[in-house]
């Protein structure tokens, strides 16, 4: 995964929060070519310097040295410094050499490119979002996939709705990404600068409040080179970094819940 600070000095931040479901990477058997989630939207009142982000990312590992990571990031996030705003916002982010010199968040350099009448643009606010700690749940329901005649990863998005194409990564943004994805993962990260606690992700509660209260990942599923669909029924490996703060439930029935309320400082 590439976790950047939306264009600030990464210097002043601490190392992002993740609370995620990752494949194991590296291998040629480790073929994959889209990802599909329905997943909750909120808003938070947070800081300047502070970013809570949900969404699914499709990398290719190169040949393991960061300089040659390859990756595909969509979601939401809320995030002040770029925006202006704590509103949730739908995002896109790439790179070919893990962000050393290529890629960027939504279209603020060449890349992505939305496709004519698309309903939602990189950078958009979402709206509605969901109510913190209960009520009514809003979700969006993303796909990732490789178009199997062009080559290029296209993103649909729907917001309660079945989605729909609103723009694709050119293939020849990449290396090894023009092939094929080898490791694919899904969840949520927040950072913030060293001088502030880490902020709040997903609805803000722990997985263990269940359906009214946690964010969740529904209708999971993997894709494969003919666009067909297969649900992710089984477990996969977890990453988080501290369970005092956030956490993420095992997979079940192609769902888990995630997020926490924040408040640590490393």
Not at 17 to 33: C, D, E, L, M, Q
Not at 230 to 244: A, F, N, Q, R
Request: net charge negative; aromatic share 10%; proline share 7%.
């Amino acid at each position: 995964m590439v976790v950047t600070s939306s264009g600030q000095d990464s210097s002043s931040y601490d190392e992002p929060y993740f609370a995620v479901h990752h494949t194991t990477s590296g291998g040629p058997g480790k073929n994959y070519y889209g990802l599909h989630a329905t997943m909750d939207v909120y808003g938070h009142k947070l800081r300047p310097c502070q970013e809570s982000s949900t969404g699914i990312w499709l990398n290719h590992n190169g040949d393991d040295v960061v300089s040659s990571l390859n990756a595909i990031s969509v979601g939401w996030h809320i995030c002040p410094n770029h925006y202006g705003d704590s509103h949730p916002h739908f995002y896109t982010d790439w790179t070919r050499d893990g962000s050393n010199e290529t890629g960027c968040i939504n279209m603020d350099c060449p890349g992505f490119v939305r496709a004519d009448g698309a309903v939602i643009a990189p950078r958009d606010v979402i709206h509605p979002s969901s109510a913190v700690l209960g009520g009514h749940k809003q979700n969006i329901t993303l796909s990732v996939l490789k178009d199997k005649r062009s080559g290029d990863w296209w993103v649909y998005y729907g917001s309660n709705t079945i989605p729909t194409g609103v723009g694709y990564f050119p293939r020849s943004l990449f290396s090894y990404l023009a092939e094929k994805a080898n490791y694919v993962a899904f969840g949520a990260y927040v950072i913030n600068e060293k001088t502030l606690p880490a902020p709040p992700m997903g609805s803000g509660a722990f997985p263990n409040g269940g359906h009214s209260h946690a964010a969740s990942f529904t209708n999971l599923q993997f894709i494969d080179q003919d666009g067909n669909s297969s649900p992710i029924t089984g477990d996969l490996p977890k990453l988080v970094t501290d369970e005092k703060c956030h956490s993420v439930t095992p997979i079940d029935h192609a769902g888990c819940f995630y997020g926490g309320p924040g408040g640590c400082v490393k």
